[in-house]
Each structure stands twice: as C-alpha cells, then as structure tokens.
C-alpha cells in the first residue's frame, strides 16, 4: 500500500486530541488579562518586571503552545500526508506537561520562588520534546506542499533551540551555572521564539492557508522556496554575534530579518486584499489585525522602541489573535468533519449534521475580534497613558473568556449530536 | 489544450473554486437571482468533476493498479459527503437563508480543499504515473464528459 498515506482518514486523530489543547489554551491567556488587570501600570515598565515575564510565558506556552501543538497534531496528517505517531499518547502527554509548565513557569517567574520556576522550566521542556521527537519523525515522512513543510520543519527546529536556551536561562536563573551578560541570552532565546518558532509556523500556516481558505493567489515562489531557511540561518548567525559581542553583526542581521517579515507581511495583506472570497470572516480579521501588528513591530524595531512594545505587538498583536481566528475555523471544520464520519458509520442518515455556520456564531465571534482590538489598542497605548493598563488587561482577559465560551459551544454541540449517533452501531468511523 | 491528466483535473479543482467565491460574491450582495444561477453553475461542475472521476480516472486506475481500490474508495466516500452539502446548499439557495448557505458553502469549501490536496498531492500524480500509455486516450474521454 505504499503511495496512499495521506489518502486515509483513519489518520486523522480522534477529535478530543486537539479539542484538549484548544480548549485549554484561552485559560491561559485568560490569566495573562487578568494579571495585567491586577498588577496595572507596573506589569508593563520593562520586559524584566517579574508580572510581565510570567505574562509573557502564560501567553507563549500556555496560550500559543499549546494551539500549535494541537493544531499540528491535527494539520499534519492532512496537509502532509504525515501522521504523528502514538498520537494519543503523546497528545495526552504534550498536553498536561505544558499545562503543567506553564503555570509552574509562569507563577515561578511571577516571584513564586525558584522551585516551582526550575519545576515549571523542567515539564515545558519535557512537553516539547515528547512533541518534538514524534513531529521530528512525522515531518521527516512528510510529503506534500514543500513550501509549509520547509517552514514547519524550520520552525520545529527553532522550537528545539528556544527550549535549549530557555533551560540554560533558569540553569542561570538558579545559579547553578554562569554566563557573561545573561541579558544577550535572554535576546537570543526571545529571538528564536518570536522570530523562528512563532513567526515561521506563521510563515508555514499563511504559505498553506490563505490561498486554501479564501482562494488567493499564491505566495511568490522564491518566498516559499527560501525565506524559512533565510530567516533560521539569520537567526544563527544574528544569536551568534549577539552573544560573542559583534554587536554590528548582530543588529544588521537582525535587523534584515526583521525587514523580511515586514515584507511578508505586506505580502500577506496585499494576498488577502486579492481573494476571491468576499467575506470578511472573523479569522480573515484577526488575519489582518496580527499581519498590521508584525508591520508595527518591524517598525517599533527600526525606530528603537521600547521592547515592551515591541513584545506586547508580537506575542498579543500577532501571538493572541491569530491563533484565535484560526480557531474560529478549526474547530466547527473538526467537528463537522468528525459528526459527518460518525453518521457515515451509524447509517443516521435521518440526522442532519449541523454545518459549520451553525456550530458557531459568527457575530459572537466578530465580538471576540472587538474586543480582542480593544485590548490590542489600549495595550499599546498604555505604554504612554499607564492608566489604561488594566482596562487593557480586563479586555484582552474578555477576549479570550468570549473566545473559550465559543469553544465549548462547539465542543457540547458536538457531545450532543455525538450521541444521538451513537444510538446505531458504530463500526467504520475514526474513533473519538 | 493540457497533455497532463494531472493538470487537466488540477485546472478543473480551480474551476469549481471559482464558481463557490462566485455563489459567496451573489449572496453577499442579495441577489437571489443571481444566486440561484451560480448555484446551478457551481453544483453542475462540482458533480460533473466527481463523475468523471468515478466513470473514467477511478476505473482506469484501479485496472492498471488494483491496491489503488482503497485511496479511490476513500476519495469516492468523500464525494458523497459533498454531494449531499450540494443537495443541502440547493434548499438553502431555495429558502433564501443567507446565513444556512454561507455556512453550508463555508463546510464546503474546505472540505473540497483538503479532499482537492490530497488529489493533487497524491491520486493525480499516481494516476500520471500509472496511466502513461493512455494518457490522450483518457483525456480526450475526460473533456468529452
């Protein structure tokens, strides 16, 4: 049977795999809100304020993290024909290991003292590389579109190394080891976050999405061909000279990758400017939202603004909303995907499946969107007027509270209809 | 005109595409009339590409290739799955409930989109491959469907 991989829905992973992990994740940026909300005006004086560095965790891990990694459990096997192996087991395993992490990482770093930090530290890494390993071995197998693969297995690669540096930091943190000028490796850690690990699965996700989701033209070739590459060279090259001190090099590469995303970005709006579906669905909007904010971030860069900024552009701007959005799809699409399976089964063909529109509001969502640029707004603009602070926090905290209550609307209609399925036997369906 | 099957079918995925953005651009602009036109338009090249999938590119497949049986078995379960959203979108179309045809069309699109990628990464590629010696055999069959 060799050539038929990515033909077989048996390979899809049953639904409550990713399901966990998007319903888990808006907890997390939930906290972040409400942190912001509680600590006000001084969570957002430099980026070494312990609110700010646990804000920043609960987003990256708890909140992102745990989105990629359930969406790629889920895209692989479809986009690439590549089924992660164990997929139960190390979806269960990634799952509560980074839920468990990034709590313990966070609360730790918030000032709740080296043990749980070095605890949370040890089960975030450990998620990610029960993930790692078994992605590693999916993506090697992998075939299909090479422009998102190259950019998934160059993120995949950035994932590892952000790992690596951030456990060298607590190992620092914890002075069980010393580094000159730790602040040059927390630069080099946040670079291969932002820019390799979030920022080329963007790059992978749009390069695959876009022209699927709203019939857009293409990315331009050689942007498929080489700008992953480009950019995790440039990475190593930047975090090199940065950590040996060639400040020069380091700036100037940085600053040419840095360039390059600002022209992928432009690229991506001009493309969705282009589509050929006319609706302005919500995912379509935080599309745009997050594409405007990596423009800002390129930006505040190029002007030397302040690296709150900067921070609060990417990881909120781009790193809360995108994921957001793409849910909106995600999950009815699952959902609708998997009921469907199980009536082809269960021969209920008296039942109809509720079609995507149904399985999630799309006027709520644009709610979500709302208030999600509410927070984006007031966040940035907090930076000059302190005191809108917490209202920043209590509607990003919002935000994500209207995104979860979506969710597990989805997910309880799935419950229901799953059930009134079930009351035929099933046989053939992947199981759920 | 194409020498490739791969490309022929390819060209003809980005076809049914269109006319779907077609059916979304008459509703968003409320008309019915309009709509009910595209429909047709978009369910007739939709099934006619399943039909000549099932009647000519499957069988030849499967007779040059028998393992082929289980993908185009899979690829043809699927076809039934957007057949009955396209009997669906029709009734929608005809109560004129704007909401029910953009999420019907919505479920649709990206059900086509992930069946279309695997066809395109994989099924085509096979059947080039496989069904080199009739190749303008089989195309001229596939443009007279």
Redesign the interface.
Known sequence: MMGTGGLSLDQAPPIDVPARFFLTAPLFAIAAGLLLAWQGPTLLISRWMPGALAATHLIAIGYLGLIMCGALLQMLPVVAGAPVPAVRLVGTATHLLLTLGAAGLAWGLAGGGPTLLWMGAGAAALGFLVFVVPLAIALVRARGAPGTLLALRTAALALALTVALGLLLVAVLQGWIRVAEHTRWVDTHAAWGLMGWVGLLVVGVAIQVLPMFYVTPAFPAPMRRWFAPAVLVGIGVASAAWILGADLVGQSVFGAITLGFFGFALITLRLIKRRERPRLDPTLLHWWAAMLSLCGAALAWAFAAPPTLIGVLLLVGVGVGLPAGMLFKILPFLTWFHLQHRQLASGRFDLRIPHMGSLLSTRWARVQFGLHLAALVLLVCSLWVPVLARPAGIALALASLVLLVLLIGVARTYRRFAALLRSAPSKAGPQT | MTDSIATYMTDDHQRC??L??AC??AI?NGNWTRLAEQATEFSKALIDHFDMEEQILFPELVAVSP??S??TG??T?EH??MRS?VE?FSEAVGAQDA??C???L??L???I??HN??EE???YP?AEENLADQTPDILTRLQAA
């Open positions: 595409d269109h779907l953005a979304e651009r968003s393992w082929a289980g993908p899979m690829m379960m039934g799955q959203l669906e909401d029910a953009l999420g019907i919505e479920t699109h990206l059900l989109q992930q990628s695997k990464g994989i099924l096979m």
